[in-house]
């Protein structure tokens, strides 16, 4: 047997209670995919969505629902040995890459300012582009359960927002293009442990930029990422359930008790219907 046939074989027996049900109940609670889509797997090199790429393999293999992939690799700058691990990742894994070149980590660099959400913004503009030229209707990003928690304590403790990660959103710009989170109920630990357990090793971000404005004189990360996940890990001490809870909030937003809101980018107060009553204590 093949390595990757191996690896394949532990996807959906080892792993079908923390990976695979949770990757095939997100395409089901959110309509990730239809009949008829042609979808761009985007490929960074790391270990989630080369783990996504993997489990879109086993979705066409054992799915009724007909549609097509491409597995999309994007170049933004890596160096020749970044580039050449995740060539050979995709080959031990069976996964047959396109790979296209883009010089985004020069222009971030040059940009200065915020470079993981330059970086990350423009990435987005060019895969939907590659993506669209391929004849592809929907890209799918290797966000996770984790990522979306963290995403939500960030924009509430930095941007003075409650915002989260929508398991799927339509471009703006590019008409007709849709962005999917087939992960989005996967947690990070068992991706790692799936990485683990096969022996993998992936990229971690390999834009040197980065890793050198994130690393203090001490030593430790300056990234909001990580202290989102230090967070979460301290109030998980507090409330074992603390993360599944912030998960679950992002899924029952209580409109009746909010101050103000947006909706289709437009401002909405809760004085709109208070005069008519729709605001009442329940003592």
Known sequence: MERYEEIERALIKDYRKKIWRPFLSALKDYDL???GDRIAVCISGGKDSMLLAKCMQELKRHSPTDF???????????TDRNLQ??????A???IPIEIFTTDIFSAVVEMGGSPCYMCAKMRRGYLYREAQRRGCNKIALGHHYDDVIETTL???IYGGQIQSMPPKLHSDNVPGMELIRPLYKVR??????WRDDNELEFLQCACKFTEERYIRDDGRSNSKRLEMKGLVKYLTMLNPTADRCIFR???NVSLDTMVRWKHHGVEHT???EYDDGAYRSDE
């Open 249 to 251: 909030a992002t899924h």
């Open 85 to 90: 691990r995740i060539k050979d990742n995709a």
């Open 92 to 94: 031990l894994l069976n």
């Open 33 to 35: 995919v239809k009949d």
């Open 188 to 193: 990070e630990e068992q991706i790692i442990r």
């Open 154 to 156: 960030m924009s509430l």
């Open 68 to 78: 097509e992939l491409t597995f999309l690799v994007m170049d933004p700058g890596y």
């Open 270 to 272: 809760f004085l709109e």
